[in-house]
């Protein structure tokens, strides 16, 4: 599997955007970009996925590089809730079901 | 729409004794995933089944970890016997569809193992 790899941490002040950024230099040309996301003491949560392009949905944009060989996770006002760790995964297509998780990036929101 | 459910929450035990999880993963969901997560580290799999055969067992410790989902439905887990090195969170995974990169998997809330 092509690797990731994140901050160990940030923080972000409640309300404010938060951008999380993902490099994976590696990456092959099926790889699909995969966030989740994990809140204290529950299981991971999908958040959102793309190939080239950048993509919106209800929870988060996500940016991808021109070349590919990095991501942007945005989240436009966080919240309390958004407190969690974030995990930057590549899935290919056909290839290999499962999730490759590295240890992700906790972010902190501040009230 | 009900989601991944599994049982128990919490357990402890001694090491060398067994343990065994369930989960019931989201109805019509073909595959159905058991991860191991130990404190500080992201999620690993341990087992994928597509319905009730098994497509990816590589990491999993065949010598003490078995799994099984009888009639492609719910799934167990079971450590036999236990190591303090199997202390950890066990999460249960479910996915619509076979292979493909973009079906999203959706998470049960864990069983904390803790192995005295």
Redesign the interface.
Known sequence: DAKTTQPNSMESNEEEPVHLPCNHSTISGTDYIHWYRQLPSQGPEYVIHGLTSNVNNRMASLAIAEDRKSSTLILHRATLRDAAVYYCILRDLPGANNLFFGTGTRLTVIP | EAG?AQSPRYKIIEKRQSVAFWCNPISGHA?L?WYQQIL??????LI?FQNNGV??DSQLPKDRFSAERLKGVDSTLKIQPAKLEDSAVY?C?S?LG?????????????TRLTVT
Not at chain 2, 40 to 45: I, S, V
Not at chain 2, 104 to 109: A, D, L, R, S, T
Request: net charge negative.
């Open positions: 991944v595959t995933y500080g580290q992201g999620p690993k799999l994928q497509v990816d999460l995974a996915s076979p292979q493909g990169a973009t079906y999203e998997q959706y998470f049960g809330p864990g």
